[in-house]
């Protein structure tokens, strides 16, 4: 195979080429073509070009270890810009993240390289690569003749600074970089003097050969403590878990958008969704900076769609801005479950339309505590250590501060084994005349997918809550009388989607479904955003449709169209099986069909999802389907 040059230009500058040069027998995996292909400049920001640009080898795996009974994991060390290296952490089989994510392509942790004059780390791993990771960062130093003089810490979530302790063991006269709260965080985890260097937006450090490194605060995006790093000399950003994505493959780039852009969103969805506002305040504080490879904590690095993609966060983010409502998502950053369990209720809130402010209590002053109540509508509450003071005066701003007969409010456990009690924090907003959307969400031992889908569904409750007038009055104005009648006349079936993942399971009626291939067979659901079951129904998911029978349905269509509370027990007092992938058939369903998504079309309102029929059965020949029919279109 020949090798691939990649060109382009932005603005003025000068070019910057990058030249794959495939190794002797090793697959080459982002060029998908033979024979020479060049890029053009506007399928990315470009790699700029300078004297000092090096050629890229095509990565080398390291040898895999087995993690626990089956997860496969290895190492990967390439070449991604001028005097930059990553070392991918390669975590094939991860099916889970933090609980609430079901993943299908496993994840990466990327950590890198830069070596100027000095040399810096940004980020490190995983704990469960300990024996790999170090011995890689080992061999890429000693190579070189290096040792790390700084440390830069993105953030200090475990899963990109749980080896700073050993990087800090090797190499103990690191100066290690971050912004203030992250070095107060890593000092309760590294538990070992470090030689600290706190920064701010604008501040820089010079490695030398031009590599000066320029930061940028983007907190929340995931935790408090994030922040960007920008190499002058390399165009490169690293950006951590923004931008990221939770897909595992030898591919260390976007090269192949189609693939990975449902990972993206879905992974978008769930941590930056919740803090589009934050989003939007760091793509303004960077917009001016000439950067052509945003450098990830998980999955691709982006260098050939980096535009689209920095695009899509823009565009998502500035939608959810537009919400008639917002609710602020108040907790305690890093107790107990706090941090997850506050980012599944925000997912619930935001899937139904409506904004979320991410509040930590523990660093937030009176002044911004009382702004904060002044722009929200609703109000979530997660119980805080009850041995805190910050975050006793936090809640003692709110309590002061909430309008009983404008803010709604739901208040949940923590479990962090310290939680101010909930029933103590409900009597205090009773107390001042408030009427909480519904009982405190109660946590009795360790989250599991069942307790986690019932946080987003009580999410979603609270957002339901907060603009159901408005969304009726929007449908009665949405379309002209005549045309609601004319769309009424488009009949269809009733069906009953079931699906499960874990412990969790979920159902809905649906009557927005129809065939659409024939080869592979395929069909499409329309699946309202703010469904429970939503969730549940991603690309590579399974499900199950179960097809109800004319003149037999009105019980189970009376049972599925009641409204559950959070957390409920859907598939209560109805009879059900197993099928092979876990999702319940009904026993009165005339028929079903075992599915598998594998795309999903945005709508304003809807997902419409195309699936794959991999399985089904039908247990009644003579039952003719149920039909469905409406009198106006405004509803389903």
């Given amino acids: 195979m020949e090798q691939l040059a990649l060109s382009g230009r932005v603005g003025g500058s000068t070019a910057r080429q990058a030249v794959w040069k495939p190794l002797a027998g090793v697959r080459c995996p982002h060029i998908c073509g033979q024979g020479r292909q060049t890029f053009p400049a506007q399928r990315y920001r470009t790699q700029r070009v300078t004297p000092k640009a090096a050629a890229v080898e095509a990565p080398e ?110 190499y103990p006269d690191a100066v290690v970089a971050g912004s203030k709260v992250c070095l107060q965080f890593l000092e309760g985890l590294t538990h070992r003097p470090f030689t600290p260097q706190v920064v701010k937006g604008g501040s820089t450090i010079d490695l030398g050969e031009e590599h000066v490194l320029e930061f940028v605060m983007a907190p929340n995006l995931h935790w408090p403590d994030t922040m960007f790093s920008y190499d002058r000399a390399s165009g490169i950003m690293f950006t951590c878990d923004a931008f990221g994505m939770h897909y595992c493959t030898e591919d260390p780039f976007d090269s192949h958008l189609k693939d990975i852009e449902s990972h993206y969103r879905f992974y978008y969805d769930c941590l930056m969704r919740p803090n589009a506002r934050s989003v939007l305040s760091a793509l303004k504080r960077v917009k001016d900076l000439d950067y052509s490879v945003i450098a990830t904590g998980h999955g691709p690095l982006l260098r050939y769609n980096v535009e689209e993609m920095v695009g899509m966060y823009q565009e998502w ?62 109000i979530v509450i997660m119980a805080p250590p009850a041995d805190s003071s910050d975050a006793q005066r936090a809640i003692s701003v709110v309590v002061s501060s909430v309008k009983p007969k404008k803010q709604k409010v739901i208040i949940a456990e923590s479990y962090g084994g310290r939680d101010e009690p909930v029933d103590t924090l409900l009597a205090s907003f009773v107390g001042v005349g408030v009427d909480p959307v519904m009982e405190p969400l109660r946590v009795k031992e360790e989250p599991d997918e069942a307790l986690y889908q019932q946080m987003e569904e009580a999410g ?92 037999n349905y009105g019980k189970l269509m009376k049972h599925f169209l009641q409204r559950f509370g959070a957390g409920a027990d859907r598939f209560e007092g109805v009879e059900w099986f197993n099928s092979n992938c876990g999702s319940p058939v009904l026993r009165e369903a005339v028929a079903y069909m075992e599915c598998k998504v594998v795309e999903r079309l945005e709508t304003s309102d809807h997902w419409v999802t195309y699936c794959e029929v991999v399985d089904g059965s039908v247990s009644d020949t003579d039952t003719l389907t149920a039909v469905h029919r409406r009198q106006v279109g405004y509803y389903y």
């Fill in 61 to 170: 795996l390291s040898k895999m270890e087995i993690w626990g009974d089956d997860k496969r994991l290895q190492t990967q060390v390439l070449d991604v810009g001028e005097d930059t290296i990553t070392i991918r952490s390669l975590d094939w089989d991860r099916d889970r993240f933090d609980i609430e994510f079901g993943l299908e392509n496993g994840t990466t942790y990327n950590s890198y390289l830069i070596f100027g004059e000095k040399t810096a780390l940004v980020d490190a791993s995983h704990e469960k690569f300990e024996g790999l990771y170090l011995e890689a960062l080992k061999k890429e130093l000693e190579e070189r003749g290096r040792k790390i003089d700084y440390i830069i810490v993105s953030h200090t979530e475990p899963d990109h600074s749980g080896l700073i302790p050993a990087v800090l063991d090797m």
């Fill in 317 to 378: 983010s500035a939608a959810v801005g537009k919400a008639a409502a917002s609710v602020a998502v108040l907790y305690s950053n890093s107790y107990g479950y706090c941090d997850r369990i506050s980012q599944t209720i925000a997912r619930g809130i935001t899937k139904a339309g409506v904004a979320t402010e991410m509040v930590d209590i523990l660093s937030i002053d009176t002044q911004e505590m009382v702004e904060i109540m002044g722009r929200n509508s609703g």
């Fill in 460 to 551: 979603t409750d609270l957002a339901q809550a907060l603009q159901k007038k408005q969304n009726i009055k929007e449908k009665l104005v949405s379309m002209p009388p005549d045309v609601a009648k004319a769309i009424a006349r488009l009949s269809s079936g009733l069906y009953v989607v079931t699906a499960a993942r874990g412990n969790a399971r979920s159902a809905m009626i649906a009557s927005w479904v129809a065939q659409a291939s024939m080869e592979p067979l395929g069909l499409t659901i329309a699946v309202a955003k703010d469904r429970a079951i939503e969730s549940l129904m991603q690309v590579g998911d399974r499900f199950v449709l179960n097809v109800l029978g004319e003149g």
